[in-house]
């Protein structure tokens, strides 16, 4: 698998992903989205210019109205009605995901060079226990930067959190466990969301790693 095809392998059929590794400087934004750029530096007008690109190709393939996707409360953005989803980026990477609201009632994604984390990020992000259970981890599998997976697993659960709720999230406030097997699950030290009638206490999702780059993905199906 090379790194394009990581967002498929992370996520269920039920959500459409779209990924690029370079940008396209000539890609158009929507008149309401060039407002949130209007004054970026150069960088993060291409992150987010291929980043709105990427989505507007998911949503046709979902065969969705690909149409402008301006930012919202809290920077998380607004999609078409009856759509969920979610785009990141990172160094080399850009990415968006995309499902119907009927199938899927919210998604994360997020993406990070598979590196270490910087020096003491790791202790503001994690608990005792999550670093016990790293470390077991890395000494059976070195070749995956775990710390860095904890931290984009923590990233794709508030963003799927934040539509569900409108409510800010922090680390301490969920415990990740991650597994070998490609899969991590959240369980929620706050009171979660109520969806389809049950209140939600954890999110499960699947990490990959491909050509330098981890993705981790969160859909959460309807029941
Ligand atoms: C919002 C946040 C998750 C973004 O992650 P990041 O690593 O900085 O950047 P990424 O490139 O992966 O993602 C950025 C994209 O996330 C999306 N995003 C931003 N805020 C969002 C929100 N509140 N809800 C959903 N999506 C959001 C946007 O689409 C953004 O890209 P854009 O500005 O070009 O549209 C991060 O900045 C943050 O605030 N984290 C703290 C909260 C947290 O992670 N808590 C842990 C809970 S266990």
Do not use: N, Q
Not at 8 to 22: C, E, I, K, M, Y
Not at 69 to 81: C, K, L, N, T
Request: hydrophobic share 45%; with cysteine.
């Amino acid at each position: 698998m090379d790194a394009v095809g990581l967002l498929g392998a992370v996520l269920p059929a039920t959500v459409t992903a779209v990924a690029r590794l370079s940008d396209d400087d000539d890609a158009p934004l929507h008149p309401s989205e060039e407002a949130a750029v209007a004054r970026a530096v150069a960088s993060r007008r291409a992150e987010f210019t291929t980043g709105r690109w990427c989505a507007r190709e998911a949503l046709a393939a979902l065969g969705a109205p690909a149409e402008a996707i301006p930012v919202g409360e809290e920077r998380a953005p607004v999609w078409p009605a009856g759509v969920v989803g979610s785009i990141t980026h990172t160094r080399g990477f850009r990415g968006a995901a995309v499902a119907w609201r009927s199938t899927v009632r919210s998604v994360g994604i997020d993406a990070e060079v598979h590196d270490v984390l910087p020096d003491r990020v790791l202790d503001v992000v994690s608990s005792e226990t999550e670093r016990a259970l790293l470390e077991r981890l890395s000494s059976a599998r070195p070749d995956v930067a775990w710390d860095r997976l904890l931290f984009s697993a923590k990233e794709s659960v508030y963003k799927t959190w934040f539509p569900l709720t409108g409510r800010w999230l922090g680390f301490e406030d969920a415990e990740l466990v991650p597994s070998e097997d490609g899969t991590f699950t959240t369980r929620l030290l706050v009171e979660g969301p109520t969806v389809d009638g049950a209140v939600v206490e954890s999110f499960v999702g699947r990490w990959a790693v491909a050509d330098g780059i981890l993705v981790t993905a969160i859909a959460l199906p309807a029941r």
